[in-house]
């Protein structure tokens, strides 16, 4: 699909904050000319900051976006050679739709034939034909969505912007329009940057997709890179539905989880080195017969999705599994299991426990996290800065918010088979890494509170 | 996520701040300083302690404030039930009669006083304090009716059902249901029609011969014989009572009625 | 029945309401010194007025009146637009400054507003006269203006003044082409409203129209009642005031219907 390979817009240490928040950090992207690229991410990541700035209707704090070798960071939106397709259509409702397809070609002077001419082509292009002097008002939000595609690509952009086109659309018009917007990427050869929270539309229409999670990157790849390679746990939750375990690489190509050794594909992460692995449901195989089994369990829950069956299955180590497969298995009953190397995909941790910059306020108590807390006395004076480590099963939440040594707000949990593996914002804007059995919500108000013996300093140099 | 250049815009409201400033914010400070200073500009209670020693002055407030109120209750018992039925879809379906009560509020009150006392000759009643009541009435009736009925139009009919299915009389569900719930209503109608009854001048004037004054005529008086500090310290008298008042009803209510009268 | 003495009451109180305007036009039809003879049909009182039969300060007020209004509605629809745009774009605590100043005129007593203004120019030195007054007018009429074009702003998309940037109009070319023919029904009524109130303002106008001469309608028959005697032309002038505000309402009203319909419609 991609021919070209030189790249149309390079955009090079970009950041931004509004505030003391910061929405976009570092980011570094390259996109090709004519590549239909997704920027993919839960709701305040950054990704539509990241449109918007490409736009020109946001200035970056720093870095360069690039196109075509010039810098246009600096260029006001009116002079940019890229148009956008809005989440709301942002239609003018005073114009009908030809007015409306027609507005840029008139500011720039276009002659009245030639507008005529490329504002049916377009119309033709979205299936409007014969629209032309309809009230925008009076459309559906299928055909205003229509119409704001032809209003963007009659000015034959260079690139194409779009901000979650498809999000207002109801399901079954979302999936005509995908189909349709692919065709039309395919037809035009122009490069649409598109930005959307729903992995399954990134991985239907993208040759790239970028995922971006707290302002950064976690991972640009091809779809089957992304489904299949996730580069982090956030990555591997996000698209799609996964199981994510806490393992150790044994050796290369042996890696042990839910308590049992597993061949796999990776090598070069050392031995012994406590790893993330990533099984997607479909890819568990089922079988009735438990003793040829990899290992077994008793299947907890069975629901028909439609296509396929989702279970979950206690293993025989207490972890909790998902599963989906074409056949159903009774509730109770006990299955075998195993999974194919190959669909074993492991990742680098990017921690093993929470670490904390502080400093000592006295022998025994240490700041961190906006907080003060108590330590065992190590020999460190008052004042020195520290580095504060502790285990992510160590870090106490409480109900009450009050009784922590300080507050946060759960941001992120995430289901690890027999444990959850909860993030958690403390009002300092520190993260805190925190492994429990009890279940929370995310938002929840938690107050955090950290055992003495569970804190461990070491002078930072 | 919304902040952009659009943003930048903020700054044209400035020509309208500065004018704000000038000639809205100054002019209330201005109100201050010569209340509290005498005809030299020197730092004076003077003007108070002659309001307090004046009896005539502080028996008009006194008159002005229980005028007011009157005309309040009279506008709230006559008022209350016509926008009950004015939004009742049961008791009256017609958009006309609606703004027929809302019309009155649009004629100069001049004009509306001067047909009241054409009325009274008409009538040959003599003027006097009831044709004085029955002047505020009249003129200010329309803006107790109005967010009354907007209150009322405003509110979710299946509340009634509700209270109706929970086993309530028709009368148990007016009084536990509708009443409390069309208060704000009343507040913002009671600060509608309190404020400019007891703020006043030219009406009671023109309705009882200049027979009976009012404070805003007292006011008026002060002004118009270069009396203006005294005149500014009896305005800001006014206005405390016309703060105190508002501190009861919520002012957010009442700029939103306001604002929904076309 | 309950629905009969329910509309009973209602036509009650209108008629009240009504009485005395419905008494003043009835008597603008006849010629009689004294309101309450009627002497017979005739439009004299109406063809006095407008050939100048009248004492010719009368004309005059009415000029002063419309003109003034005319001007303190134009500037101020202009100068609320503006700032509405504006405020529309503030955030926080700017935001909430410039909207409590701006209720200030339209929560404040008319005499509270009439005797600051008076004060300010006093304190400045002005000599009070037409100047004055539409300076007056403008600062009471601009926050209903700012008023009726806001919600206009908070209804509109807030892309679309971007998407017009992004289809390559310049920020100016986006107000003109965009932003200006979405807020223009609230400009219009703003327009009508503020040239309502000011011909329907005494309070203010008293105040700040200095002692030179210059008269308004309500200053006008403010004087002339006063005088005890009240001109008969001002019967057939009260009543075509009354039709001209009744005619203005109902092309509110019905725009704002219309206006509402269509909403439903989208």
Known sequence: MVTNNDTIIKIEHLSKAFGDKVVLDDINLDIRRGEFITLLGPSGCGKTTLLRMIAGFLKPDSGVIMMEGNDISEVPPHRRPLN?????????????????IAFGLKLNKVPAAEIESRVRK?????????????????????????????????????????????????????????????????????TFIYVTHDQEEALTLSDTVVVMSDGKIQQIGTPIDIYNEPTNSFVADFIGESNILNGTMVCDREVEFIGHKFECVDEGFGNNTPVDVVVRPEDIYIIANAE?????????????????YEMFVETDNGYELMLQDYNAFEVGSTVGMFIKPSD??????????????????????????????????????????????????????????????????IEFILYKGNHY??????????????????IWDKGDIVGISVDISDLHISKRV | MKVSIFSRRSTWALPYALFLGVFVALPLVLIVIFAFTNNQGELSLLNFEKFITQPEAVNTFIYSI????????????????????????????SQTTVMLFILPMWINILVRTLATVALFDFAHIPLGEGALIFGMVYNFLPFMIYPIYNTLQKMDHSLIEAAE?????????????????????????????????ISTFAIAELLTMNNIKLFGTTIQENINNGMWNYGAALSLIMLVIIGVTSLFSDSDEQSQNEGGLI | MKKFFAQTYLWLLLALLYAPIIIIGIFSFTEAKVLGNWTGFSTKLYTSLFSGGVRHSLLDAIENTFTIALIAAAVSTILGSIAAIGIHNMRGRKRQAITFLNNIPMLNPDIITGISLFLLFVSLGVTQGYATVVLAHIAFCTPYVVLSVMPRLQQMNPN??????????????????????????????????????????????????????????????????RKGGLTPELRPLSTIIFVTVLLLLIIINVRARRAARKQENI
């Not at chain 3, 400009?187 to 303002?201: K, P, Y």
């Open chain 1, 84 to 100: 956008t397709v809005f989440q709301r259509y942002a239609l003018f409702p005073h114009l009908n739709v030809y007015d409306n």
């Open chain 1, 122 to 190: 377009s119309l033709k292009m979205v299936s409007m034909t014969d629209y032309e002097d309809r009230d925008v008002n009076s459309l559906s939000g299928g055909q205003q969505q229509r119409v704001a595609i032809a209003r963007a690509i009659v000015n034959r952009p260079k690139v194409l912007l779009l901000d979650e086109p498809l999000a207002a659309l109801d399901l079954k018009m979302r999936k005509d329009m995908q189909m349709e917007l692919k065709q039309m990427h395919q037809e035009l050869g122009i």
């Open chain 1, 292 to 308: 040829n089994a990899k290992f077994t369990g008793t299947v907890k829950s069975c629901i028909f999705k439609g296509v396929h």
């Open chain 1, 344 to 409: 074993i995909h492991v990742m680098a941790k990017e921690r093993t426990c929470n670490t904390f910059e502080g400093k000592m306020l006295s022998a025994t108590t240490v700041e961190i996290m906006g907080g003060e807390f108590h330590c065992a006395d190590c020999g460190l004076a008052e004042g020195e800065s520290v580095y504060a480590s502790i285990n992510f099963d160590r870090v106490e939440l409480l109900d009450n918010k009050e009784d922590g040594t300080v507050m946060g707000e």
């Open chain 1, 421 to 438: 593996h909860l993030t958690v914002l403390t009002d300092s804007g520190e993260k805190v890494y925190v492994d429990t059995n009890d």
């Open chain 2, 66 to 93: 229980g005028i007011a109120l009157v005309t309040t209750f009279l506008c709230i018992l006559l008022g209350y039930p016509a926008a009950y039925i004015l939004s009742n879809k049961n008791l009256n379906r």
């Open chain 2, 165 to 197: 299915d929970l086993g309530a009389k028709p009368s148990t569900v007016f009084w536990k249901v509708t009443v409390p719930l069309s208060l704000p209503g009343v507040t913002s109608g009671i600060m509608m029609v309190f404020m400019p009854t």
């Open chain 3, 160 to 225: 679309i003044y971007e998407a017009a940037l992004d289809l390559g109009a310049t920020p100016f070319q986006a107000l003109r082409k965009v932003i200006i023919p979405e807020i223009r029904p609230g400009m219009i009524s703003g327009f009508i409203l503020a040239f309502t109130l000011s011909i329907d303002d005494f309070a203010v106008t008293i105040f700040t129209i200095g002692n030179q001469g210059l008269e308004t309608l309500s200053t006008f028959i403010y004087a002339d009642a």
